[in-house]
């Protein structure tokens, strides 16, 4: 009766890996991050970046170039900013991902392959 039990117990739990499963651990990928805008123009230029007026207002400010900017991406989860595409709502395509910090302008974001409808930021 016991080794009808214990073989029992190991039947189930050998059952419960399935054939060739493995226990690798996940590896958690973080977005990359677009670079904090200083604030003022000479710590903008000090930062590399370009210091002027930005969006339909004309506000002064610092653009900065984004670490992935215009690399291929099929989702924004893979820029530092937004993957962007020039293809019609709907389609599945890539696109590229934001150049700057700078989000002025109307852009199609692109999740999980997929372009989105255009949002418009000014």
């Known amino acids: 009766m016991i080794r009808r039990f214990i073989l029992f117990g190991l039947l189930a739990l050998a059952g419960c890996a399935g054939p060739g499963a493995t226990t690798a651990p996940k590896v958690a990928v973080s977005k990359p991050q677009m670079p904090v805008a200083p604030e ?28 992935t900017g215009g690399k291929q991406c099929m989702d ?21 991902c934001q150049p700057t910090n700078m989000p002025f302008g109307c852009h199609a974001s692109v999740v999980g392959g997929v372009v989105q409808p255009a949002l418009c930021a000014d």
């Open 76 to 96: 924004s989860s893979e820029c530092a900013g937004e993957c962007w595409s020039s293809e019609p709502p709907g389609s599945k395509a890539g696109g590229y």
């Open 40 to 67: 003022t123009e000479t710590g903008c230029l000090a930062a590399g970046g370009n210091w002027g007026p930005v969006g339909l207002l004309g506000t002064e400010a610092c653009t900065m170039t984004s670490p």
